[in-house]
């Protein structure tokens, strides 16, 4: 079973690296992707630990595609290329001010400050929105993330405050720049794209789409423009540990799809 979309506590997960992988072996799985939003922090611990595991080592970038956020998946990709580590560092940047101002804006209305923000997030971590939604579970405000989005955090929430990220073509060239392969993460997710706007995506230059995820509205859709444009076809759980219902290997990946990524990637898998 291959799972090609996990997160660990270097991002908004809620496992460690090592945590993950003890997991990936007790779930049956044979090939992992740790794509982490917008940090490669996570790959070495999880190449340490991956014994019985192969590690594909990816990331989620955060960009922008009709001025909404938009999650690009970059697998097997060289981790020192300059405008990656561009983009990691500006999104670090980014998505600590968002943080903060949201934080701020909810400390004015006596519900969570910044030292509660700290005190549930990972050393390092990429800042999100799940650990704000971890400081109002701390303080007792809601009970799970999900509640947190609900009512406190959604794009709809007076909370709520925009990040810069950026554009989705750029974004694929910094992937291809890195030699990495570049995959539509959960392509309708909250958005419900139709076939226009994937297909302006594609002519990006993307390599394929994530067609195979619990948020996705319609799949014979995805798989019918897929096939129609020769894009691989991936899956993969989205699994943030205690952060998300997603179970590790709900959605997976077929051999054959990971062997074309391997083809065109420039990093190994790892096989410990
Ligand atoms: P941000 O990175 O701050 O934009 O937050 C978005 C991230 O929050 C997504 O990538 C998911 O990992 C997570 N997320 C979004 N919606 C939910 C939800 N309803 N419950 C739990 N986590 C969520
Ligand atoms: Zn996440
Ligand atoms: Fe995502
Ligand atoms: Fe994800």
């Not at 943080?99 to 004015?108: C, G, S």
């Not at 030699?179 to 994937?198: C, E, S």
């Not at 540990?241 to 990093?267: S, W, Y």
Request: glycine share 8%; net charge negative; charged share 20%.
């Amino acid at each position: 079973m291959i799972d090609l979309h996990t997160h660990t506590h270097k991002s908004d997960g809620t496992d460690s690296p090592t945590g993950l992988m003890e997991k990936a072996r007790q779930h049956g799985l044979s090939v992992v992707a740790v794509t982490d939003h917008d940090t490669t922090a996570g790959w070495d611990e999880a190449a340490q630990s991956a014994s019985g595991i192969q590690l594909v080592r990816g990331i989620e970038m955060s960009t922008t595609f009709y001025g909404k956020s938009t999650h690009l998946l970059g697998y097997l990709l060289d981790p020192g290329a300059p405008r990656l580590l561009d983009h990691i560092a500006a999104m670090s940047t980014s998505r600590q001010d968002r943080i903060y101002a949201m934080v701020d804006a909810m400390a004015a209305d006596s519900l969570i400050d910044r030292q509660a923000l700290h005190d549930v997030t990972p050393p390092g971590a990429t800042p999100g929105r799940p650990h704000i939604a971890d400081a109002l579970i701390a303080r007792g405000i809601v009970t799970t993330r999900q509640e947190a989005f609900d009512s406190y955090l959604g794009p709809e929430s007076p909370y709520y405050r925009p990040y810069y990220s950026p554009q989705l073509a750029d974004a694929i060239s910094i992937i291809h720049d890195a030699g990495g392969v570049a995959i539509l993460a959960h392509p309708q997710g909250r958005y419900n794209r139709d076939r226009d706007m994937l297909e302006e995506a594609i002519s990006y230059g993307l390599d394929g789409m994530e067609v195979f995820h619990r948020d996705n509205s319609d799949i014979p859709l995805l798989v019918d423009i897929c096939e129609h444009h020769q894009m691989l076809q991936t899956g993969g759980s989205d699994y943030h540990g205690t952060g998300k219902i997603n179970r590790l290997g709900e959605n997976t990946t077929k051999p054959a799809v990971l062997d074309q990524i391997i083809e065109r990637g420039t990093l190994e898998v790892v096989c410990p």
